[in-house]
Structure formats: C-alpha cells, structure tokens
C-alpha cells in the first residue's frame, strides 16, 4: 500500500460504500426534490469549490477543489468533501503520482 492510500484507509476508517458526487434525493446536498441523476440541478450541486480546508478522505492541508462524496457511518449517510486526488482515488481507483527525488 501507499502513503496516500494509507491515509485514506485511517480517514474513511468506519466509512462504509464512500462514492463520489451529491445525492440525489438528499435535502443536505440541495436535492430533496431532484430524483435523477441527469437533472441539471444535479450536475451543478456536483461542481467543485475551492477551500483551504482539509480533504476529508486523505488529510491533504493543501487548498485546493473540493468534490461532494458521500458514504454510510452507522447506518446514516455522511456527507464529505474530498479533493481531486481522491475524487479520482474514490471514482477509479486511480492513485495521484509522486514525484520521486
């Protein structure tokens, strides 16, 4: 395993089914009357924004896009903002490169 998907495993640890994008459905997500996924209010509640906050998946302190993600903890649906890296991590298994010195 990698660094960084070692540290999405500490930070998901609980999480179950974490999938990228809003929820259709979801008052949380602004889409309580929205039923499908091709309706343009959901493409536009699964744009990114910026922030200096921390990704919720890998920790990464870095500012940057956050994407919506979504996942079950003990039953309930938790909602989180994940950056690019684990956008795609989330979405295609797709780990970030490293640059080796």
Known sequence: MSQFSDAVDTYLRGIEHVSPGA????EACGLEDVDSMDAPEYEQAGEPSFSWSSCECCGSHLGGD?????GFYQGE????DVCVDCLFYLAYGDEP?????
């Open 97 to 101: 490169e490293t640059s080796e010195d």
């Open 66 to 70: 956050r994407h919506s993600a979504h």
């Open 23 to 26: 929820c259709p459905g979801c």
């Open 77 to 80: 649906i938790i909602h989180l």
